[in-house]
Nanobody
């Protein structure tokens, strides 16, 4: 019943930008903490950005100043604006919801940064 659907991934050149979207259903979105994680081949899944409560945000050091997380509760959607992309940002990006102590995951969207 809970579903998180990501979109917006793709192929982009170094220095370019992408905007990821994640639309949730089956949860009370407005009281859920949301986050974006990523996983590259051979690496552990890591937290990229989170939005806690309604407004507090946190970012991995590697993306600070380049990525911005935001949410639109009216649309049940969380966004990740990614600027100045680097090849090291190449990974599958996953949307995450923390709702009433349970963690829910989207299927992931591929982001490839290459010339």
């Amino acid at each position: 019943q809970v579903q998180l659907v990501e979109s917006g991934g793709g192929l982009v050149q170094p220095g370019g930008s992408l905007r990821l979207s994640c639309t949730a259903s089956g949860i009370i979105f407005s009281i859920s903490n949301m986050g974006w994680y990523r996983q590259a081949p051979g690496r552990q899944r890591e937290l990229v950005a989170g939005i806690i409560g309604g407004t507090t945000t946190n970012y991995a050091d590697s993306v600070k100043g380049r990525f911005t997380i935001s949410r639109d509760n009216a649309k049940n959607t969380v966004y990740l604006q990614m600027n100045s992309l680097k090849p090291a940002d190449t990974a599958v990006y996953y949307c995450n919801a923390d709702y009433r102590g349970n963690m829910y995951w989207g299927q992931g969207t591929q982001v490839t940064v290459s010339s």
